[in-house]
């Protein structure tokens, strides 16, 4: 187990130490919704995941939410996961000519019910 905040350089590298070339990693993101946190997680989590897994990014449903709903929370419409993903897919693909990553509608399909729509990325 691994004890820190998801965005300190010093828990990523703890992680780094303890992934192998030859694990098979998926990663679930789920702490501080905002755009900003989740953004940096992508972006710091994603080179862990595996050719054909995940990265999970939970409570992309925050999105859809009534702009009420989290009166007490700092995400919010327009500053929370899904807004995260959007953009890291964006940047990913300006950066690499196109993402690594897609969505995966198959796996929320065969849910039907869940709190991460569009919260599948598998690296192709």
Not at 1 to 15: F, K, L, P, Q, Y
Not at 56 to 79: C, H, K, Q
Not at 91 to 99: H, I, R, T, V, Y
Request: overall charge negative.
């Amino acid at each position: 187990m691994i004890e820190g905040s998801s965005v300190d350089i010093a828990t990523v590298s703890n992680v780094k130490d303890l992934v192998k070339k030859e694990d098979k990693v998926l990663v679930c993101l789920d702490s501080n919704h905002t755009h900003d946190h989740v953004l940096k997680e992508l972006k710091l989590y994603t080179p862990f995941v595996s050719k054909s897994s995940y990265c999970v990014v939970l409570d992309t449903i925050l999105e859809n939410m009534p702009e009420d709903a989290y009166l007490n929370r700092p995400w919010s419409r327009g500053d929370n996961p899904k807004t995260a993903v959007r953009q890291f897919l964006e940047d990913d693909a300006l950066q690499n000519g196109e993402s690594e990553f897609e969505i995966d509608k198959l796996i929320e399909n065969q849910l039907m019910i869940t709190a991460a729509p569009d919260g599948f990325l598998r690296r192709k």
